[in-house]
């Protein structure tokens, strides 16, 4: 018979021991759960993301106020031309002088640099229009797939099917009145918003081959049957060469709008979606949106 302190210790050595193998057994030894991620703090006014394979909003801020789009917008002209039925890609679009003028008459707007009497395919116009964020290449398309006697009401069928589009994906807070962000007063979304409809667009392949290419050398044809090689277009979304697995989508800017960017990235299997409005330059806009995909793959 054990007595005595040492006993006693002896007791408890064992009562512990008998513990600690119960809980080992139960499992109710575990790791200390790791802290959550700390939503990040972004210089936008408004930011949204979610999981793009199951909807779920990874984060909010100010996600369903209405703010100018800038040249985000153009993720919807895509859209819309992109469910065109019957669509032929390689059909040829001759560039009219009216693009190259309203280029010139809203302050020399970014172009894809199209020369003018030049057939270009509509593949061509798509990567014109989502990698230097051509207005010239937006007016093009709005152009050749609006319906109408004359080009103003082409481009107005257009922009209709844009809002068309907006009300089919159940959206409530986004409007259009222009083919490229170049707004009149009602040129609108949220962050939701553009995320959904980016998202929408993403399930296209060819959209998704587009927006991820970071340089595109069109060859169009000239007015005599030669051939033109244009100048590179360089994608302006800045995450495409900063950013592992980053596969999109667009920036936007303007006085209104401020920095825009929405983006996209697949790690893991995972893809994460979102947007920043309204930030306050190029590098903050960068900045916001990396912060945004961490958190988002953290979640």
């Known amino acids: 018979m054990i007595t005595g302190i040492k006993g006693t210790r002896l007791r408890r050595a064992a009562a512990v021991a008998v513990t600690t193998g119960a809980m080992l057994a139960t499992g109710a030894l575990t790791a200390a759960p790791a802290q959550a991620a700390t939503a990040p703090s972004i210089a936008a006014k408004g930011g949204y993301v979610m999981n793009n394979s199951t909807g779920k909003s990874l984060y909010t801020k100010a996600a369903d106020t209405r703010r100018s789009t800038g040249s985000t917008t153009k993720i919807m002209t895509a859209l819309v031309v992109l469910k065109q039925p019957k669509l032929n890609l390689d059909s040829k679009v001759t560039i009219q002088k009216a693009y190259s003028d309203y280029i010139v008459d809203n302050n020399w707007a970014s172009n894809a640099k199209l020369i003018v009497g030049d057939k270009v395919t509509v593949r061509q116009l798509l990567y014109g229009l989502m990698l230097p964020s051509g207005c010239d290449a937006a007016y093009a398309l709005a152009d ?130 979102g947007t920043v409005l309204a930030s306050t330059d190029a590098t903050a806009r960068k900045s916001d949106a990396t912060k945004l995909l961490n958190y988002g793959f953290a979640k």
Do not use: Q
């Open 144 to 273: 050749k797939f609006g319906s109408g006697s004359t080009r103003a009401a082409r481009v107005k069928s257009f922009i209709g099917k844009m809002n068309t589009t907006a009300k089919d994906l159940g959206l409530k807070n986004t409007h259009f009145d222009s083919f490229d962000g170049i707004g009149k007063g009602a040129n609108y979304s949220t962050p939701r918003d553009l995320t959904k409809i980016a998202s929408s667009a993403m399930k296209n392949s060819t959209f998704r081959t587009v927006v991820k290419t970071k340089k595109y050398t069109a060859k169009t044809t000239t007015k005599s049957g030669g051939t033109r090689t244009m100048a590179p277009w360089e994608n302006t979304n800045p995450l495409l060469a900063s950013y592992s697995g980053a596969i999109g989508v667009k920036t936007g800017s303007g006085p209104e709008a401020k920095y825009c960017l929405v983006f996209a990235a697949t790690r893991n299997g995972k893809t994460v979606i």
